[in-house]
Protein backbone atom coordinates (compact mmCIF):
# COMPACT_ATOMS: atom_id res chain seq x y z
CA UNK A 1 0.00 0.00 0.00
CA UNK A 2 2.93 2.48 1.07
CA UNK A 3 4.46 1.22 -1.99
CA UNK A 4 1.20 2.83 -4.41
CA UNK A 5 0.57 6.07 -2.23
CA UNK A 6 4.24 7.19 -2.35
CA UNK A 7 4.53 7.96 -5.99
CA UNK A 8 0.56 9.46 -5.70
CA UNK A 9 1.20 11.93 -3.19
CA UNK A 10 4.60 12.79 -4.80
CA UNK A 11 2.72 13.66 -8.18
CA UNK A 12 0.24 15.66 -5.98
CA UNK A 13 3.22 17.57 -4.18
CA UNK A 14 4.35 18.44 -8.10
CA UNK A 15 1.34 19.09 -9.22
CA UNK A 16 0.31 21.33 -6.52
CA UNK A 17 3.93 23.20 -5.98
CA UNK A 18 3.90 23.97 -9.90
CA UNK A 19 0.15 25.71 -9.88
CA UNK A 20 1.34 27.64 -6.74
CA UNK A 21 4.10 29.09 -8.73
CA UNK A 22 1.89 29.53 -12.29
CA UNK A 23 1.52 33.51 -12.42
CA UNK A 24 -0.96 35.44 -14.89
CA UNK A 25 1.43 37.13 -17.27
CA UNK A 26 -1.06 38.35 -19.91
CA UNK A 27 -1.31 37.92 -23.32
CA UNK A 28 0.86 38.03 -25.82
CA UNK A 29 0.68 37.80 -29.73
CA UNK A 30 -2.19 36.46 -31.43
CA UNK A 31 -4.75 33.94 -30.00
CA UNK A 32 -5.68 30.72 -31.81
CA UNK A 33 -8.64 28.01 -31.13
CA UNK A 34 -7.05 24.66 -29.99
CA UNK A 35 -7.31 22.54 -33.06
CA UNK A 36 -7.40 19.27 -31.75
CA UNK A 37 -10.05 17.25 -29.96
CA UNK A 38 -10.58 17.29 -25.86
CA UNK A 39 -8.69 14.43 -24.77
CA UNK A 40 -11.15 13.25 -22.37
CA UNK A 41 -13.71 13.51 -25.16
CA UNK A 42 -11.73 11.72 -27.31
CA UNK A 43 -11.33 8.81 -24.98
CA UNK A 44 -15.31 8.82 -24.22
CA UNK A 45 -15.57 8.43 -28.17
CA UNK A 46 -13.01 5.73 -28.25
CA UNK A 47 -14.65 4.05 -25.27
CA UNK A 48 -17.88 3.54 -26.76
CA UNK A 49 -16.59 1.71 -29.58
CA UNK A 50 -15.60 -1.06 -27.66
CA UNK A 51 -17.21 -4.22 -27.93
CA UNK A 52 -17.03 -5.28 -24.18
CA UNK A 53 -19.08 -8.81 -25.36
CA UNK A 54 -15.83 -9.47 -28.15
CA UNK A 55 -13.23 -8.88 -25.30
CA UNK A 56 -15.23 -10.92 -22.21
CA UNK A 57 -17.38 -13.56 -23.22
CA UNK A 58 -19.97 -13.76 -20.34
CA UNK A 59 -21.12 -17.56 -21.24
CA UNK A 60 -17.44 -18.67 -21.28
CA UNK A 61 -16.15 -17.02 -17.96
CA UNK A 62 -19.43 -18.70 -16.01
CA UNK A 63 -18.36 -21.64 -17.75
CA UNK A 64 -14.67 -21.58 -16.24
CA UNK A 65 -16.34 -20.57 -12.87
CA UNK A 66 -18.95 -23.48 -13.02
CA UNK A 67 -16.27 -25.92 -13.81
CA UNK A 68 -13.14 -24.41 -11.88
CA UNK A 69 -10.80 -27.15 -10.41
CA UNK A 70 -7.59 -26.27 -8.47
CA UNK A 71 -4.49 -27.08 -10.52
CA UNK A 72 -3.39 -29.08 -7.67
CA UNK A 73 -6.27 -31.55 -7.50
CA UNK A 74 -6.06 -32.86 -11.03
CA UNK A 75 -3.98 -35.70 -10.12
CA UNK A 76 -5.79 -36.16 -6.98
CA UNK A 77 -8.01 -39.19 -6.96
CA UNK A 78 -9.27 -40.38 -3.77
CA UNK A 79 -11.70 -44.04 -4.19
CA UNK A 80 -14.89 -44.38 -2.49
CA UNK A 81 -14.94 -45.55 0.69
CA UNK A 82 -15.54 -49.35 1.15
CA UNK A 83 -16.07 -49.65 4.60
CA UNK A 84 -16.26 -47.87 7.60
CA UNK A 85 -13.22 -47.00 9.86
CA UNK A 86 -12.02 -44.83 12.31
CA UNK A 87 -8.45 -43.71 12.54
CA UNK A 88 -6.60 -40.94 14.32
CA UNK A 89 -4.62 -38.57 13.68
CA UNK A 90 -1.88 -36.93 16.11
CA UNK A 91 -0.94 -33.50 14.87
CA UNK A 92 2.50 -32.87 17.12
CA UNK A 93 5.29 -31.00 15.19
CA UNK A 94 8.53 -31.14 15.00
CA UNK A 95 10.23 -27.61 14.01
CA UNK A 96 13.23 -28.14 11.04
CA UNK A 97 14.97 -24.94 11.43
CA UNK A 98 15.28 -22.58 14.93
CA UNK A 99 12.68 -19.70 15.57
CA UNK A 100 13.90 -16.58 16.47
CA UNK A 101 12.74 -13.02 17.78
CA UNK A 102 13.27 -9.61 16.57
CA UNK A 103 16.55 -9.96 18.07
CA UNK A 104 17.82 -12.97 16.79
CA UNK A 105 17.38 -14.95 20.33
CA UNK A 106 16.35 -18.83 19.42
CA UNK A 107 12.99 -18.87 21.34
CA UNK A 108 12.29 -21.85 19.52
CA UNK A 109 15.16 -24.36 19.12
CA UNK A 110 15.00 -27.12 15.61
CA UNK A 111 13.79 -30.08 16.71
CA UNK A 112 11.29 -28.61 19.26
CA UNK A 113 8.04 -30.20 18.99
CA UNK A 114 4.41 -29.63 19.89
CA UNK A 115 0.46 -29.98 19.61
CA UNK A 116 -1.30 -27.14 18.51
CA UNK A 117 -4.12 -29.06 19.84
CA UNK A 118 -2.94 -28.08 23.11
CA UNK A 119 -3.46 -24.44 22.73
CA UNK A 120 -6.71 -24.57 20.09
CA UNK A 121 -9.94 -26.08 19.90
CA UNK A 122 -11.92 -26.91 16.48
CA UNK A 123 -15.88 -26.89 17.27
CA UNK A 124 -16.70 -27.58 13.96
CA UNK A 125 -16.28 -30.57 11.37
CA UNK A 126 -15.04 -31.13 8.18
CA UNK A 127 -16.42 -33.24 5.81
CA UNK A 128 -14.40 -34.06 2.53
CA UNK A 129 -16.01 -36.10 -0.35
CA UNK A 130 -16.28 -36.31 -4.19
CA UNK A 131 -18.79 -33.74 -5.79
CA UNK A 132 -19.40 -35.83 -8.73
CA UNK A 133 -20.75 -38.73 -6.95
CA UNK A 134 -24.43 -38.44 -6.86
CA UNK A 135 -24.12 -41.22 -4.29
CA UNK A 136 -22.09 -39.10 -1.74
CA UNK A 137 -24.05 -35.75 -2.04
CA UNK A 138 -27.09 -37.64 -1.97
CA UNK A 139 -25.75 -39.06 1.71
CA UNK A 140 -23.98 -35.39 2.59
CA UNK A 141 -27.71 -34.07 1.83
CA UNK A 142 -30.06 -36.57 4.51
CA UNK A 143 -27.01 -36.20 7.23
CA UNK A 144 -26.88 -34.62 10.37
CA UNK A 145 -23.98 -32.61 8.74
CA UNK A 146 -26.17 -30.98 5.80
CA UNK A 147 -28.16 -28.52 8.44
CA UNK A 148 -25.06 -27.70 10.59
CA UNK A 149 -23.45 -24.38 9.74
CA UNK A 150 -20.57 -25.23 11.96
CA UNK A 151 -19.30 -28.12 9.43
CA UNK A 152 -17.15 -27.00 6.90
CA UNK A 153 -18.22 -28.95 3.40
CA UNK A 154 -14.98 -29.56 1.08
CA UNK A 155 -14.80 -31.70 -2.16
CA UNK A 156 -12.32 -32.96 -4.35
CA UNK A 157 -14.33 -33.31 -7.49
CA UNK A 158 -17.26 -31.53 -9.24
CA UNK A 159 -18.73 -27.93 -9.48
CA UNK A 160 -18.61 -25.85 -6.29
CA UNK A 161 -21.29 -23.59 -7.15
CA UNK A 162 -23.65 -26.23 -8.80
CA UNK A 163 -23.40 -27.91 -5.29
CA UNK A 164 -23.29 -24.67 -3.59
CA UNK A 165 -26.56 -23.78 -5.34
CA UNK A 166 -28.06 -27.31 -4.93
CA UNK A 167 -27.07 -27.53 -0.88
CA UNK A 168 -27.73 -23.72 -0.14
CA UNK A 169 -24.35 -23.57 1.89
CA UNK A 170 -21.03 -23.17 1.28
CA UNK A 171 -19.35 -25.27 -0.54
CA UNK A 172 -15.22 -25.33 -0.70
CA UNK A 173 -12.25 -27.37 -2.60
CA UNK A 174 -10.16 -29.26 -0.76
CA UNK A 175 -6.45 -29.30 -1.10
CA UNK A 176 -3.58 -31.00 -0.97
CA UNK A 177 -2.18 -29.91 2.14
CA UNK A 178 -5.20 -31.06 4.07
CA UNK A 179 -5.33 -34.22 2.76
CA UNK A 180 -1.85 -34.83 3.70
CA UNK A 181 -2.33 -33.64 7.14
CA UNK A 182 -5.33 -35.52 8.04
CA UNK A 183 -4.18 -38.33 5.70
CA UNK A 184 -7.54 -38.78 3.75
CA UNK A 185 -7.28 -41.89 1.59
CA UNK A 186 -11.35 -42.54 0.81
CA UNK A 187 -14.45 -40.30 0.39
CA UNK A 188 -16.41 -39.77 2.44
CA UNK A 189 -14.26 -38.65 5.20
CA UNK A 190 -15.68 -36.76 8.38
CA UNK A 191 -12.85 -35.21 10.40
CA UNK A 192 -13.27 -34.33 13.65
CA UNK A 193 -11.17 -32.95 16.93
CA UNK A 194 -11.26 -35.35 19.82
CA UNK A 195 -9.45 -34.05 22.58
CA UNK A 196 -5.73 -33.83 21.59
CA UNK A 197 -5.63 -35.08 18.30
CA UNK A 198 -7.87 -35.83 15.02
CA UNK A 199 -10.74 -38.38 14.40
CA UNK A 200 -10.80 -39.47 10.67
CA UNK A 201 -13.94 -41.08 9.63
CA UNK A 202 -14.72 -42.74 6.90
CA UNK A 203 -18.55 -43.37 5.61
CA UNK A 204 -19.06 -45.63 3.12
CA UNK A 205 -22.63 -44.56 1.46
CA UNK A 206 -23.06 -46.78 -1.45
CA UNK A 207 -21.68 -50.19 -2.92
CA UNK A 208 -20.68 -48.42 -6.33
CA UNK A 209 -19.83 -44.76 -6.60
CA UNK A 210 -22.17 -43.17 -9.26
CA UNK A 211 -19.98 -40.37 -10.60
CA UNK A 212 -21.63 -37.86 -12.94
CA UNK A 213 -20.09 -37.81 -16.63
Partial sequence: MIKFLLPVL????????????AKDLGVFGAV?????????????????????????????????????????????KLPPARKERTFFVDMTYTLDRDIADERGNVIYPKGYTFNPLHYVAYPG???????????????????????????????????HAELSNMLKRPVF?????????????????VVRQKETIMEVREIPVEKKSIRKP
Wanted: charged share 30%.
Fill in 10 to 21: VLICVTFSVTCM
Fill in 32 to 76: YDIAEKDALKEIEEKAKEVDVNRIINRGDLARKVKNYTPGDLKDV
Fill in 125 to 159: VIVILDGKSQGQVAWFRGSEYSKDMKTKLLITDGS
Fill in 173 to 189: FVNRAIIGVFQIKAVPS
